[in-house]
Each structure stands twice: as structure tokens, then as C-alpha cells.
């Protein structure tokens, strides 16, 4: 068999400084400058691992990045992976949240109204005869807003001063980080953020902050962002779960303060996810562990993002018995049986994460005290399986094959039942005549048993396919969850479609309305990624399962296996 | 119970309870000296205007009409229903004028290729599932092309190798037709795998006449042909899928338009 040797790929081959279109180098000096600054003065440098030390981390995992007065440093709705700390110059943070059109002007996104039942219908003579036709004038207008500064596309807003007018928003000036709890998190941006004047900001890698939080002695960085997310965000978190959905605000604000945002399993970018759903998939003993089936229950663990597996063992290995998405509680139920019964019981099945996950870690102490004080009751129906797989109409092979394809991310997951599909195509050519005569999806994908799960966008809870689109084309829609691309921002750079991990996004070639090849000054032709966008413009919903006559094509939620259990046991 | 169980017996009640009322509706009205026919007549209308209209909603998929699922249960009830209609309308008897047979002609054909169709998108989409790859139809001979040359590309490898006549002569008398196209449709339809075993015992008796290195040649042959059998099922039974519809279909087209010949000439002579 031919063979042929290259050095080991380390974490640090290439530093964050030289990826995607930024090429400066972080010199000894800048290096030093960087230790002096308040972000990282008080950080010791010996806590740190020889092998990854505090100098060493600044070097690769942090870039130093201008940005002119308009440009646009995050979108609300971007997935983050990256954290910033304002060197010199100063931001401004939009506070609307609102849902309006300038602010998704801004933030280079579009809005398509819902078709009348008229303009649907006018689809059948006004759909374009040519495969992909754009409008060149349309991008172009939009393109005027978009920049590009050594290789890397920025949207840019023309008119300060009118969005600070017309926008609730609050100036950010040197020595304030933001971004990192989404960063950390890997949850949505909440905010927008831009350039209020020429700034100079530290981008650092989420698994640089990852590492500094870890060995920093000193804990200023860590507690610095715990405070903030439990100032900004754990209350409402907490209150997600029926336990703690009534207590006082000061029986909220005693709890916090004990409860720890923690981080599992690793990521870069979408490519652990992609390699996840290779060569390890299915491999339980790859995966960071959270708790151990067994163990004494010294926590409760309420998931914030990604995607944990819950897996017992079974002889010499393991099965897969369900999995928790963000939202969802691990380890109450035992708790709350052992204070029932003052005999601890363990965990009843491995925690473990499916590539990442972020939580909310609550001492079980601290739940117990909660109880004893009266300030939460043991309610009724607490026995609910954390272990809920032991599913009828879910096999195990089925189970394990959704959650090692992590296709369990879907909350829009094309399924189809093979045994009723004729193969008829009645879906794919509804998907044509609803886009323009462009299928959006291809009727193919893996299999297991009876059911095919498509290669049709999933419109993922953690959609890593939007991480690192640099115009922000790709996003996420305000209600609804839908994530959609935006034709008019979108420069086809395919960095959506080559994180995917389910080859869900296609990159096609453009066309004007004479069927010509839209090509660039240098004859290579104009890209655009397209997928699937759930049919959010037309009346009725997505038309492929409108279309479907033999009951054969569902879109799933699987958040939960209720749907997909309802599906199959029809 | 399972939904589906559920709604096939809702369906088919519905269909006989429809049938027996319309049965004892016609006996009524003809003691009553009425004239049930021409009414069933039209009763038969309106139910071939709408079983046409089930085209009409595929083609309009991007209107908020229905599921077409829903559509489809209709269509398969309403569908049944007709046949009882048919048999009222016509006083079970065979009609007499060139329109009236024309019609009656084409009213069974498209009954009888819809209950074809019926069973056959019941009966082929779990075979699908069971034997082969899931492969997209159009894209079979793409399949097949590929599978030829890793055909080609072992027997010719053997050959330079270690020249082996007789794996030539394997392939251009037994295979070299097999792998140029989809073969053995009708065979596939009917579930034989004949045709598989034949070529596959074809190989196993040359292999007396191999030496090691070419006997792992034809076990790769061998494989390319289960491969090839494979798509060729997938071929033919999604082919299956599809030319039902090219009966049934224009043929509604035509029954459409005899029906309304039949309309008019049926109130054209009627008399009052």
C-alpha cells in the first residue's frame, strides 16, 4: 500500500492571526503589550500547562483586528465562536431586540414577505425558465454595504449617526469584553454590535478563553464572565425547569451564586462535528464525559447548548438509551429520589457530550437545602425519565443512528418513511415550483431501516453552518428559529457548505435571465449557496410534505422523540 | 391499532355505507317512477371531475389546498365509490351506443389501473427498501457505467497480470451485455431471481479452469454482478412505480372527455 509521511496536525499549525484572510503575525512585542493590558495583567502566566502556556495562547489563539467606524463586528443571531476585548477606540451594542427591517438592513439580511395566494399561484407562469436565476442589479445594490478588507468581507454601515438616531444602543469603550458568553456557549449573538469609531479589538479563539478560564489562578477573567452570564442570563435559564420556575427572586439570587457554567467535549469551528459524524460516530467512549452511570449524584446538570448522549452500559459496551438538548435536565430525578428516600441512588445512565456542551452545573446540595427549606417542592411527577428512550415505536438502532449522525440537532429533520415512498419526486418538483424551478433539497441521504433522513436542511438547534459566514447571509430567523440565506449578501465563499455536516447546503452557479453563467472579472463564475428555507415565503408550509400523497415525508422536531414516535406508529 | 389501519377502515365503511344508500336510493326512486340514472349520472360526473382534479392539485403544489395525502385518500375512496356508481348508472348492464361503450371502456381501464396502481405503490416501496442501495432512478445508468468499467478494469487487470482467456471469454459472452444497460425487467416485476442465478452458477463453473489469482478476479466479477442485479431491481421496480401512471393518467384525460361527449349527447337526446 503507497504511504506517504506528513507532520502530525497540532492545535496550534495555524494561528488564529493568519486564518480566513488575516495574515498579520503576533510579534514578541505585540505579545508583551498584550500581558500588560488590564484583560490579561492580572492573569499569572505559571499557572498554565507547559504545553500551553498563557504567551502561547495569546500567540495563536488571539488576533488583533481593525475595524472602521461602521463596520459591523457581530450580528444579532450569528452563531459565535470567537470572544472581543476593545483595545482602543469604542463599540456601540444595539439594544433593540425588536424585529424590524433597518435592523436586519444592518445586519445584511433580508425579509421576505409571505406570498398571497395570488402571487403563489403566479408562480406556475412567472418562475424562471433558467436553472438559479439571479438578478445581478439586486446584488449589486446590496453589495454597496459590504467591504473588503484584506481578504475578509465586512458589512459596514454607511450612516452612524442615523442608526445611533433611530436605535436604542449603548457605546462600549476600551477594556470591555463582549461576546464571549457567546462564544463560550455557542448560543446566538444577542446583540449587534459595530464599530462606533477606528477601534482596535482582541478577537481571541473560543478555546484559547477556554484554556485562560481553566488555568488562570487568579480566576478574575472567569468570574468576571460568570458574573455576567449570571447577571444576563441564568435566571431565565434557571427558570426554564419547572423545579425552580416559581421561586422568589431572592431565593433566585441565594441560588446563583452556587451554581457554575461549565463547558465539555471541544470544538473548532464546525470540524469536530463533521469528523463526529465520520470516523467516531458512534463510538460513546470518544465522547467527553459529564457524569458517570453509577455515580454518586452530586449534581444536577441543566443543558445550554449542544447535544448530550445518555448511554448505559450493556455487557462490554454500551447503549444508547436517549439524548438531552439544551433545555433539558440530567441528574434531578436522582436527586430528588435520594432526598425522597435518604438513600442515594446513582446516576442511572452515562452523561456524556456529543462533541460539545455547555451547561448549567447546580450542586445537588443546593437542591436538597431547596427542598428542606420549602422554597421548592418535590413535585409529583419528579420520577419522569431522565433516560427517555426506552421508546416503543424507536428501536435502539434507530435511536443510535439519529444520535450518532447527530441528526437529533434537527428541529426541521426530513424524514422518510421508504416502505410508503414511491419515489415519486412529487416532493422534490413541489420544493422546484415553490423556488423558482429549484429543488432545494435532494430526495437521498443515509438510511436506517425504513427511515431517510434527507439531505434537506435540518434547520439546526446549533447551526454550525453559520459560523464564519463573513457577510452574515446565513442566519437565523428572529421568530421562528428558521436558518435562511439571504441571495443578496450571500458572495458564494461556501464556508456554510463545507461546514455542514450534513450536506444540506449546495453551492450553485448563478445565472441571468438568459440562462448565461454569471462570472466574475476574472471569468470564474458567481457562486451562491442554496438550501432548503422551509417554504417560510409561500402560504401552507413547506410544500415537499404538502406534496407527499402516500404520508411518506414528514419534517421532524427531534428535540424530542414524541414526534418522531407519533410518525412511526401511525 | 395504527392510524393508517384506522383510516383504511373509516374509507372502506364510508365506500360501503355510500353504496348501500345509493343502492336503496335508486330502488326508491324507480319504484317512485323517477329516473335514478340520469341522476347517478351525474352523481358519476362530479365524482370523474374530481378524481381528475387530484392532477390538477399536484400541479398547483405551491397553493395552500390540502395535503396531497389527504387529497390522495379521497381520491382512492372516491375512487372505490365510483365503481357501485358506475354499476347503478349503467343498470349493470353493457351500454349500447360507440360514445356510451368508448366511455364505459375507458371508466374500467382507468378503474382497473388505479387499483393496479393502488397495490403496487402498497406493495414495491418495502421491496425497494429490503434488497439493494436506496439509488435515485435517473441516476441508475450512471450506477450501471460505473459498475461496467470496475468490471472491465478487474478482468482487464487479471489480464495483465496473468493473460486468462477464460475470464475474457466470461465477460464478453455472459457479461458484456449484462453490464451495457438495466436487463431482466420482467423478471424483476415478477420477484425471480432467475436470471441472477444463472449468471452467478455461469461464473462458478468456469472456476475449475482458474488458478488463485483469477478466482478473486471473478469473486469480484461476481460481486459486480449482484451489484448490477440490484440496480437492475431498483430499476425496474421504480420503473414499475412510474409507467402505471402513464396509463392511468391519459387515460383519465380521455374518460374526462368522453364523459362530457356522453353529457351531451345523452341531454341532447334525453327526452322530457
New interface residues.
Given amino acids: 500500500m503507497n504511504q506517504s509521511s506528513m507532520d502530525r496536525p497540532r492545535r496550534w499549525d495555524m494561528p488564529f492571526s493568519q486564518e480566513a484572510g488575516h495574515d498579520s503575525v503576533l510579534t514578541d512585542a505585540d505579545i508583551d503589550s498584550l500581558l500588560a493590558n488590564d484583560a490579561f495583567s492580572r492573569i499569572d502566566p505559571a499557572g498554565f500547562k507547559r504545553s500551553v502556556p498563557l504567551r502561547e495562547i495569546l500567540r495563536n489563539d488571539v488576533r488583533i483586528v481593525d475595524f472602521e467606524q461602521g463596520d459591523v463586528i457581530v450580528r444579532q443571531g450569528d452563531w459565535g465562536s470567537s470572544a472581543f476585548f476593545v483595545l482602543s477606540g469604542a463599540v456601540r451594542v444595539e439594544l433593540d431586540r425588536g424585529d424590524d427591517a433597518s435592523s436586519d438592513l444592518i445586519q445584511g439580511r433580508q425579509k421576505k414577505p409571505r406570498k398571497t395566494?395570488f402571487r403563489?399561484?403566479a408562480?406556475?407562469w412567472q418562475n424562471n425558465h433558467h436553472a438559479e436565476f439571479r438578478n445581478p442589479d439586486a446584488k449589486q445594490s446590496v453589495s454597496g454595504n459590504l467591504r473588503s478588507v484584506g481578504g475578509v468581507t465586512r458589512v459596514y454601515i454607511s450612516d452612524v449617526s442615523a442608526v445611533i438616531e433611530q436605535h436604542k444602543t449603548a457605546r462600549m469603550d476600551a477594556g470591555h469584553w463582549f461576546g464571549e458568553l457567546a462564544a463560550l456557549g455557542r448560543t446566538p449573538r444577542v446583540a449587534t454590535v459595530f464599530a462606533d469609531e477606528t477601534s482596535t479589538l482582541l478577537e481571541i479563539r473560543w478555546q484559547g478563553l477556554r484554556d485562560i478560564l481553566r488555568f488562570d489562578r487568579d480566576q478574575g477573567l472567569k468570574k468576571y464572565i460568570e458574573d455576567v452570564f449570571r447577571e444576563r442570563a441564568m435566571a431565565s435559564l434557571l427558570r426554564t425547569e419547572r423545579l425552580f420556575a416559581d421561586i422568589s427572586d431572592q431565593e433566585m439570587a441565594d441560588l446563583m451564586p452556587h451554581c457554575r457554567l461549565e463547558t465539555f467535549g471541544e470544538y473548532d469551528t464546525a470540524k469536530p462535528f463533521r469528523e463526529l459524524s465520520g470516523e467516531n460516530a458512534g463510538s460513546v467512549k470518544n465522547e467527553p464525559l459529564i457524569a458517570e452511570q453509577g455515580d454518586y449524584p452530586n449534581a444536577v446538570f441543566l443543558i445550554r447548548s449542544g447535544v448530550a448522549r445518555l448511554s448505559q452500559k450493556h455487557h462490554a459496551g454500551r447503549h444508547t438509551v436517549g439524548y438531552l438538548n439544551p433545555g433539558r435536565v440530567f441528574g434531578l430525578r436522582e436527586v430528588l429520589q435520594g432526598f425522597r428516600s435518604g438513600r442515594s441512588t446513582g446516576y442511572e445512565a452515562r452523561l456524556s457530550a456529543i462533541g460539545y456542551l455547555n451547561a448549567v452545573v447546580i450542586p445537588a446540595s443546593i437542591v436538597e437545602d431547596l427542598l428542606r427549606s420549602g422554597a421548592i417542592s418535590d413535585p409529583e411527577d419528579s420520577c419522569r425519565p431522565a433516560v427517555h428512550a426506552t421508546h416503543d415505536a424507536v428501536d435502539e438502532n434507530l435511536l443510535n443512528f439519529l444520535v450518532d449522525g447527530k441528526y437529533v440537532q434537527g428541529t426541521e429533520t426530513m424524514v422518510i418513511d421508504?416502505?410508503?415512498?414511491?419515489?415519486?419526486d412529487?416532493c422534490v418538483?413541489?420544493c422546484a415550483?415553490?423556488h423558482d424551478n429549484n429543488p432545494r433539497f435532494i430526495?437521498?441521504g443515509p438510511?436506517s431501516g425504513?427511515h431517510?433522513v434527507a439531505n434537506a436542511c435540518m434547520h439546526c438547534l446549533d447551526p454550525v453552518c453559520m459560523i464564519e459566514c463573513p457577510t452574515g447571509a446565513i442566519h437565523r430567523e428572529t421568530l421562528g428559529g428558521l436558518v435562511l440565506i439571504n441571495d443578496q449578501t450571500c458572495i458564494g465563499c461556501a464556508q456554510c457548505a463545507s461546514n455542514c455536516p450534513f450536506d444540506a447546503i449546495r453551492m450553485v452557479e448563478t445565472r441571468n435571465a438568459s440562462g448565461a453563467i454569471l462570472v466574475d472579472s476574472k471569468n470564474a463564475p458567481i457562486l451562491e449557496a442554496t438550501k432548503c428555507d422551509l417554504c417560510h415565503d409561500?402560504?401552507?408550509g413547506p410544500?415537499c410534505?404538502?406534496?407527499?400523497?402516500?404520508?411518506?415525508l414528514e419534517r421532524i422536531d427531534l428535540q424530542s422523540l414524541s414526534e418522531l414516535e407519533g410518525v412511526i406508529?401511525? | 391499532m395504527t392510524h393508517f389501519v384506522r383510516r383504511r377502515i373509516t374509507g372502506l365503511t364510508l365506500v360501503v355505507v355510500l353504496s348501500l344508500l345509493l343502492t336503496a336510493a335508486t330502488r326508491l326512486m324507480e319504484d317512485n317512477l323517477l329516473r335514478p340514472r340520469t341522476w347517478l349520472g351525474w352523481v358519476l360526473v362530479v365524482i370523474v371531475l374530481f378524481l381528475a382534479s387530484y392532477r390538477l392539485r399536484k400541479q398547483l403544489a405551491m397553493l395552500p389546498l390540502g395535503a396531497s395525502a389527504a387529497w390522495l385518500q379521497c381520491h382512492i375512496y372516491v375512487g372505490l365509490l365510483s365503481a357501485p356508481v358506475f354499476l347503478l348508472h349503467t343498470g349493470a348492464r353493457w351500454p349500447g351506443g360507440g360514445i356510451e361503450v368508448v366511455t364505459a371502456v375507458l371508466f374500467l381501464t382507468v378503474f382497473c389501473t388505479g387499483i393496479l396502481g393502488l397495490f403496487l405503490t402498497r406493495m414495491i416501496p418495502p421491496r425497494l427498501t429490503d434488497r439493494g442501495e436506496e439509488v435515485i432512478r435517473e441516476r441508475i445508468p450512471v450506477f450501471i457505467r460505473i459498475l461496467r468499467e470496475e468490471a472491465e478494469a478487474s478482468v482487464a487487470g487479471a489480464k495483465n497480470a496473468a493473460p486468462s482467456e477464460v475470464l475474457s471469454d466470461v465477460y464478453l459472452n455472459h457479461l458484456h451485455s449484462f453490464f451495457q444497460r438495466p436487463k431482466n425487467f420482467v423478471s424483476h416485476v415478477f420477484h425471480s431471481t432467475k436470471p441472477r442465478t444463472a449468471l452467478l452458477n455461469a461464473l462458478d463453473d468456469t472456476r475449475r479452469f482458474l488458478n488463485t489469482q483469477h478466482e478473486q478476479t471473478m469473486e469480484q466479477l461476481a460481486a459486480c454482478v449482484r451489484r448490477k442485479d440490484d440496480l437492475d431491481y431498483q430499476y425496474a421496480m421504480q420503473s414499475l412505480l412510474k409507467y402505471w401512471l402513464f396509463l392511468h393518467v391519459p387515460l383519465t384525460w380521455g374518460l374526462v372527455v368522453f364523459t362530457c361527449s356522453h353529457v351531451v349527447t345523452a341531454m341532447a337526446f334525453t327526452s322530457r
Fill in positions: 395566494f403563489s399561484l408562480q406556475l421508504m416502505d410508503r415512498c414511491t419515489r415519486c412529487d418538483r413541489a415550483t415553490t430526495r437521498h438510511v425504513r431517510m409561500q402560504p401552507g410544500a410534505q404538502r406534496a407527499c400523497p402516500h404520508d411518506a406508529a401511525r
